[in-house]
């Protein structure tokens, strides 16, 4: 491929191809963001409930962990291009309808219960064809580039990923503008996707479907799925439980901030949106310091990324006050932050080239999956006692440590096998 480069054992995804994919998940992750920001005000002003609110973004993730093995196929068979921009025009889609509903629903007094459905239909659309861009993405990269290039390549995303959830909710408020009030944010998140759009379509070279399933590195594709693949499937059942427990301390920690501090839901934003940048600032230090300069590898990542998110959870626990919460937050998500390139590249290390969109829809329906029932658990939990989700994410995450320690296929110094033996 031309204007490729090789360093640090690996070769590295050509730098237009990057940016694209960069750019994709940092435009997606702000809007996304931007959007469960102002949803909560949104649905108040509409006369929708909390509780209709959350459901929307439930079902949404919902369809993303189901379509997301779909659509992982498709680019298998059609390439990875296609399924990149697709996921972009469901992108822009959902932002577009969404502030079309916001701007109607004002301006005819339509009935909060006809609201409610439109925006649970349109946003679904996203949680359908949304994970078209992000399993072609993560595939894209396992394709091209290798070792620690991938590994960094990786980190990289997630890193963008991380940024977007710290600019979402940081600018979403500022652009409740006239005319559109309180769409105008929803509408200028589409319009950035269709710059992105634009910039993918000319920055990422086509590439073929066929070609690449006649491809083989030596090791035969599993026939029960990519789960089955004894190679990777330690990796995805760590992913799953880590992502499950970032979930549950993420729609936990506002409960817990309101009551520590003592205040009113809507005084109490402010040191809620405090916590969350802090420790999205901390998932970033980690993937872009730790990680991109810092040269982790897999097997370093999954230790330390759940000794920390079990530390974290330890704090919160036994030290009280905000500032401390917030310390403890950081730390977990430093961990966390961790963590994810850590199951992702080691997944994809561990497949074959057939197998890499397999995981590529696994690892993005797991994103999905994690945060459909764990969240209800963990503030069911908190209403029966407020350090009971904290007690059992540490006792779990001490689990995933030991579990990260003594599987083989985690255990196993995957650095060796590429070749990159410096960098571990």
Not at 49 to 55: I, P, Q, R, T, Y
Not at 214 to 230: F, H, L, N, S, Y
Not at 268 to 273: D, E, K, L
Not at 305 to 327: E, H
Request: include cysteine; proline fraction near 5%; glycine fraction near 12%.
């Amino acid at each position: 491929m031309t204007d490729t480069t090789t360093y640090g054992g690996g070769q590295a995804l050509p730098a237009p191809a990057f940016f694209a994919l960069f750019a994709t998940t940092l435009a997606t992750a702000i809007g996304n963001t931007g959007l469960i920001s102002v949803m909560p005000a949104v649905g108040r002003a509409l006369g929708i409930s909390d509780v209709l609110v959350a459901g929307i973004f439930s079902l949404s993730a919902l369809m993303w962990a189901i379509f997301s093995p779909f659509w992982a196929k498709r680019s298998d068979l059609k390439g990875r291009k296609p399924y990149i921009l697709l996921g972009l025009g469901g992108f822009i889609f959902s932002m577009t309808g969404c502030g079309l509903v916001v701007l109607g629903g004002g301006a005819w007094a339509v009935a909060p219960n006809l609201i409610f459905i439109a925006f649970l239909c349109i946003r679904s659309s996203y949680g359908i064809l949304g994970p078209a861009a992000a399993t072609a993405s993560q595939a894209y990269v396992a394709e091209h580039s290798s070792g620690a290039a991938r590994v960094r390549a990786v980190a990289a995303l997630a890193g963008a990923l991380s940024l977007g959830t710290i600019v979402g909710p940081a600018i979403a408020p500022f652009l409740i503008l006239p005319p559109a009030g309180q769409a105008m944010p929803m509408f200028l998140f589409a319009v950035g996707g269709v710059a992105i759009l634009l910039f993918a379509l000319a920055a990422l070279p086509r590439d073929g479907g066929a070609k690449r399933m006649e491809r083989t590195d030596g090791a035969a594709a599993p026939t029960g799925g990519i789960w089955k693949d004894v190679r990777v499937r330690p990796f995805l059942l760590y992913g799953f439980i880590v992502s499950s427990a970032q979930a549950a301390n993420t729609y936990t920690l506002g409960f817990l901030v309101i009551d520590r501090l003592g205040l009113e839901p809507v005084a109490a934003q402010g040191a809620v949106g405090t916590a969350m940048v802090v420790g999205a600032v901390a998932a970033l230090a980690a993937q872009w310091g730790l990680i991109g300069m810092g040269g982790m590898m897999p097997r370093a990542l999954l230790r330390w990324g759940a000794a920390l998110a079990c530390l974290g959870n330890a704090l919160i626990i036994f030290l009280p006050g905000y500032v401390s919460l917030v310390i403890a937050f950081a730390i977990a998500n430093l961990g966390y932050g961790l963590a994810r390139p850590g199951f992702t590249a080691g997944a994809s290390l561990a497949a074959s080239d057939r197998g890499q969109g397999a995981v590529a829809g696994a690892v993005s329906a797991i994103a999905g999956a994690s945060i459909v029932i764990p969240p209800v658990v963990a503030v069911a939990l908190y209403q029966l006692h407020h350090a009971t989700p904290f007690i059992v994410l540490a006792a779990t995450l001490c689990g995933v440590v030991g579990y990260a320690m003594i599987n083989p296929a985690l255990a196993e110094n995957r650095a060796r096998r590429e070749g990159i033996v410096s960098c571990e």
